[in-house]
């Protein structure tokens, strides 16, 4: 078992809730793009919907630990 956890020093911390942002930033525009629809048609629709809400879900929650 490895033990040996080392702290993000503040400039890592910073650069990396950046990145994750603008990755956030990117999934949201894409996500709006296709929510304005009232009824998802297809399977592949619904999926990448969910995929979507799934992903930025998860970006908050990975900006919120930092």
């Given amino acids: 078992e490895d033990d040996d956890v080392e702290m993000m020093d503040e400039g890592e911390r910073r650069e990396l809730i950046n990145s994750l942002k603008q990755k956030w930033d990117t999934v949201n525009a894409s996500y709006h793009k ?3 629809k009232a009824v998802f048609d297809t399977p592949s629709e619904v ?15 990975d900006i919120e630990m930092l």
Avoid: C, G, I, S
């Avoid at 999926?47 to 929650?61: F, S």
């Fill in 34 to 36: 296709m929510a304005h």
């Fill in 47 to 61: 999926k990448r919907k969910v995929a979507h809400e799934d992903e930025l879900k998860q970006l908050e929650n």
